[in-house]
């Protein structure tokens, strides 16, 4: 009988996005085949600190978070510097670490550095995909580089606020723009501007979740095109999806991304002139790579009224709730939930397997030799 994959799978974070981490976390787990996986919970709470097992599963199950942390606290030694990590020493033999954790920790390259030093596989890109993939900036530094299509922004920081009057970004950037945090995810801290009051109030509340800020040109109420991406050196892609918000909101934020989306359309696969369904894969498949992620990713575009995409943002651990877009473009496209799972699984594994091959040279320096030093006077 072939020995079960045992697989840790990590959720919540120190993140706004803690709780949507956990009904992705509900999502995965059910789809993961018990005949092919064990698999253990491991859940960092909003302090950042990873609980083991058994208090993982209480929480899974339903008993008040609040509750169980504080009794696992109580448990822990919290000054120990390795406190943050302990609960995985009380899990032996962890073949697989599957991240749920969205935002900050877990897409920002930090969780994939732990993983690297462990030595163990994992879904989802690396250490430097995932950092630059959720810099905002950073992003759109690489995409314009590499040719794909994307809104005019400034980069606003606390040193340079003041070179940024509302005045200067309308001659920039026009009279509709969008003010988001450069590294935060779900629509948190983002705000439509139209005016010099909602200018400084949204920088204000940006300022809250990151020191970069991205201004960026507003598109007047844009479809809203998504899609997902599978793979590593060859990825693939899914046939598109649109989210249509109802008519009163201005854009698709957090409340209806995961609060209340009854009020949303999603249209699976979006019709669209195929002229434009080939652009935005070539777009999204160039940005992919262009990035170096692997494993997957949801690709999220703006089009405007003459169906003109442009890419927006990627996101490297995209959501797994029921409203997410990510696994219900590969239902359309022919992979069933189960089947993405173990897909993703197996991408992670020969990841692993490739990046294993990479030699390191360890030369002995042998006794050392100092050159002559000259040093000349003022």
Do not use: C
Not at 302 to 311: A, I
């Amino acid at each position: 009988m072939t020995k079960k994959l045992h697989i840790a799978l990590l959720f919540g974070g120190n993140s706004s996005e803690h709780d949507v981490s956990k009904r992705s976390a509900h999502n995965i787990y059910d789809a993961l085949d018990k005949d092919k996986y064990d698999v253990s919970l491991f859940m960092f709470t909003k302090d950042g600190i990873l609980l083991n097992n058994e208090a993982s599963q209480k929480i899974f199950d339903g008993e008040p978070e609040d509750e169980v942390v504080e009794e696992a606290y109580r448990k822990m030694d919290l000054s120990s510097p390795l406190a943050p990590i302990m609960a995985l020493n009380e899990q032996k033999e962890i073949d697989f670490f599957f991240p749920v954790i969205h935002g900050n920790l877990g897409e920002d390259g930090t969780i994939q550095g732990l993983f690297k030093l462990l030595n163990k596989p994992y879904v989802g890109s690396n250490i430097s995909a995932s950092a630059m993939a959720f810099d905002k900036d950073l992003t759109k530094k690489i995409i314009t580089q590499a040719g794909i299509r994307n809104t005019p922004y400034v980069l606003v920081t606390p040193e340079n606020r003041a070179d940024y009057s509302w005045g200067r970004i309308e001659e920039k950037l026009g009279n509709l723009t969008f003010v988001k945090p450069a590294k935060q995810g779900s629509s948190v801290g983002i705000h439509r501007v139209t005016n010099a009051d909602e200018y400084e109030t949204a920088l204000d509340d940006a300022f809250k979740y990151d020191y970069k800020v991205l201004v960026e040109q507003g598109i007047d109420r844009p479809q809203e095109v998504e899609i997902s991406i599978l793979g590593n050196e060859h990825p693939i892609a899914s046939k598109l999806g649109a989210v249509r918000v109802p008519k009163d909101d201005l854009f698709y934020d957090y409340e209806n991304k995961f609060v209340d989306a009854s009020g949303v359309v999603f249209e699976l696969p979006v019709k669209l002139p195929q002229y434009l369904v080939d652009e935005i894969t070539d777009m999204a498949l160039k940005a992919y790579k262009a990035l170096g992620m692997k494993g997957m990713a949801r690709i999220d575009f703006l089009v405007d009224s003459n169906n003109v995409p442009y890419l927006g943002e990627p996101n490297t651990l995209p959501g797994f709730t029921n409203i997410s877009l990510y696994p219900q473009m590969w239902e359309v496209s022919g992979i069933s939930y189960s089947d993405l799972i173990d897909r993703l699984i197996q991408l992670g594994l020969e990841e692993f397997e490739r990046n294993s091959k990479i030699k390191y040279d360890f030369r002995k320096l042998g006794t050392e030799r100092v050159g002559q030093k000259k040093y000349n006077n003022d």
